[in-house]
Every structure is written in C-alpha cells, then in structure tokens.
C-alpha cells in the first residue's frame, strides 16, 4: 500500500531552466525511470529531484520543459533512514505528474514504523 501526499503540506511542483538542476548531492544525473504522454517523454532523474518533459526533434529529444521537486521533499518528513533521491517511478496525466518513492522497505524518520512507499502527487504547473 501507498502513502499519497495529502497528508503532507506544500507539496508542489516547479519549472526551472536548464542551468537550475542541482548537482545531486554529489551524484551525477541519472534517468531512472521514463514515462510517454501525448507526444513527450518525460524523464525522472533521481539524484536531482528532477522531471525533465522531453520533445522529439528530427533524430533527437530536446528539453521543452524542466520540473523540480526538490524544495518539496528536502522537509524531515520525506527523509528515510537510508537517505532521500529516492524517486524511482513517475506517471503523467492531463492534470497530474506522480513520483514513486522506492524506500527499500525503509522506514522516513518522521514516521519510523512505516516502511510503505510514497506516491507523491503534483499538480502541473
């Protein structure tokens, strides 16, 4: 079972430019996990709390857009035990992007007997 946000406050979600992705605490961009909707892909980059929306462009894909997450889940409620960067899923729908948590059964500090996965819930900007 899911834990989604609705217990939490200031969950959203924001645009940023290209320059604006952090480096991930020390660790380099990594997509882990891609999602297609209406003609873009959208890429899930962990180490950054990051969601790229990708466009194809002739032979390639370039950024349209670029979401952060990160000011969102840096609260002592979405820290775990082993850490945070933890997004491992996403979805899109005409109104929502989601991201999964994969917390390795580990349980977030604030709430020490849960060890459920998170889905969080953003409403696009």
Do not use: C, W
């Not at 290209?18 to 892909?41: A, N, P, W």
């Not at 790229?52 to 979401?67: N, Q």
């Not at 997450?69 to 820290?79: D, L, T």
């Not at 929502?96 to 390795?104: A, P, T």
């Amino acid at each position: 079972a899911n834990i989604v946000n609705n217990d939490f406050e200031n969950i959203n979600i924001k645009k940023i430019k290209s320059r604006e992705i952090k480096e991930g605490h020390g660790k380099e961009k990594s997509i882990s996990d891609l999602y297609y909707y209406k003609g873009y892909v959208y890429a899930l980059l962990k180490n950054q709390n990051v969601i790229l929306k990708l466009r194809e462009d002739r032979d390639e894909f370039v950024e349209d857009e670029i979401y952060t997450f990160e000011q969102s889940v840096n609260g002592s409620e979405f820290i775990y035990l082993i850490g945070n960067n933890l997004g491992e899923g996403i979805a899109v729908d005409d109104k929502n992007i989601y991201v999964v948590f994969d917390n390795n059964n580990q349980p977030r500090l604030s709430a020490m007997n849960d060890t459920r996965p998170l889905l969080l819930k953003f409403e696009k900007p």
